[in-house]
């Protein structure tokens, strides 16, 4: 992929973390890790995987809970007393509704494995853009 083609990735986050990070118009990932934001360049895409609603939750969720595309450049540290997660700006598409993971079974390349969850447990993972365009057209409101 050329550099001047966005990449497109999928983080692995609690719904209600995402739900937060999406009002605060930020990504974090892993914890507050640096290593995940600075892969990311502007103009790439994420999308959100969440596999459950709250960290710690035994219920299984499975959904896509949204998207955006890198604003800038930057990421910078927070300052939550004692937590200082590392985070960048995102724009997220808004007035998306969450899509079942099974909703799209056969669609896409990520599921297509048996052991597909396992590497979720990276955080953020590379998303090919042909499981992208399937989640965007999952998700009318997403610009294309």
Sequence with gaps: MDADTPSHWLGVVSAEHVSRGVRL??????HGGRSGL?????????????????????AMLQEFTAVGQVADGEVWQADEGTFRPFRRRVDYVAEISPVSVRSLDGHLDLTSTS??????????????????????????????
Aim: hydrophobic share 35%; proline share 7%.
């Design 25 to 30: 118009g930020i990504a974090q990932i892993g």
């Design 38 to 58: 600075d892969r990311m360049r502007p103009g790439d895409w994420l999308v959100y995987y969440s596999p459950r609603e709250r960290l710690g939750d035994t």
């Design 115 to 144: 052991s597909w969850g396992a590497q979720l447990r990276r955080g953020l993972i590379p998303l090919s853009e042909h499981d992208f365009a399937v989640i965007r057209d999952a998700k009318t409101s997403v610009p294309a």
